[in-house]
């Protein structure tokens, strides 16, 4: 059986977000399956010298226009949220914490952490918002709410955080195919490419 | 007559490279001609804060070889040259030096600029090799040398990269569609789309 696709995404990033809509169908049609791993940009721009890219003078008007034409070009609702760019901690934890139990659900939380986000506009950097969303999915929110100050799970997350960095992930889609990294969602037609017909 | 895109590009970006092999077509299939405009990455960057991609921790590293891949994705002929990045100074004068005389010219003159650098490795950055470039072309090498020190050339070419600038140009390539700013080769569809049905 073909490897999975792993797939790296900061919770507060448009473009993860746009991502995290199309891999599941990409990685599907060439038989494949996706490890969804949640990674904290503003520790990978620690070891990059980046800075979000809303902050950046030129670019950060770029950013904002482009974050929402892209968002129409691929046909996904998308809106700039009032508190942006946020740092994701709380999110991240709940998701390595679910995915320990249920993984499955672990992938449908993060959807609907991203939508609460980028559609929503709920800021998800708060624990009592990730646990509202978690709540609509069905989870125990005090259990959830727990989770997000367990050690075991802060020390997973930092072990996730930390082997995404050290695997050379800095950006947000960033997606490794047997070994072959692409940044961007706007390097899925090479990553289709390289699934349908091997290395080029 | 529908307006004429703007095509900015700095010499010494592969990305550049490979838009320069694709925006004649891109325009030409939508009734537009293209305005080609050199700048300078590195005066941009002094107002982004930004720093050649190659030079960043990580991002350094894909970078190389996400440019080798996206051009054989477009399949176009790129090797990185041994001396990568390069400030292209010389290059941009002749550029403009020649659009003043001859603009089609002109436009074959990036390409063979472009070429000399990202297929052959001719170090462009170095008067001598621009020359030499211009005369494979048929232009006057005397002339063209000249040029490159000719006070009224060298101050169009700092009215077009602060032009540029202020128009919020920051990377390359960069076309601009009715006013509609587009960043990267990987914006090409998006272009394409625009061109197509308008603004979306």
Do not use: C
């Not at 503003?42 to 800075?51: D, E, L, Q």
């Not at 072959?180 to 290395?199: K, N, S």
Request: aromatic residues 12%.
């Amino acid at each position: 059986m073909a490897a999975a696709i792993d797939f790296y995404f900061d919770f507060s990033s448009p473009y993860g977000y746009l991502a995290s809509h199309k891999i599941e169908a990409l990685a599907a049609r060439h038989g494949r399956t996706v490890n969804w791993r949640p990674m904290l940009l503003g520790v990978a721009m620690k070891v990059t010298g980046g800075r979000p890219l809303p902050e950046l003078p030129l670019k950060g008007d770029y950013a904002r226009r482009d974050f929402l034409r892209s968002a129409k070009f691929h046909g996904i609702q998308l809106r700039i949220p009032a508190v942006f760019p946020i740092s994701t901690v709380p999110p991240v934890r709940a998701f390595y914490w679910l995915q320990g139990k249920d993984p499955r659900n672990a992938v449908e939380l993060a959807k609907a952490l991203y939508r609460a986000y980028f559609v929503d506009g709920l800021d998800i950097s708060r624990p009592e918002n990730v646990i509202q969303v978690g709540e609509r999915l069905g989870l125990n929110g005090a259990e959830l709410g727990a989770a997000l100050n367990d050690p075991e799970v802060k020390d997973r997350t930092r072990a996730e955080v930390e082997g995404a960095i050290a695997k050379g992930v800095f950006g947000s889609p960033y997606v490794v195919v047997d070994g072959e990294p692409f940044w961007g969602v706007d390097r899925f037609e090479q990553i289709e490419r390289w699934l349908a017909t091997g290395p080029f």
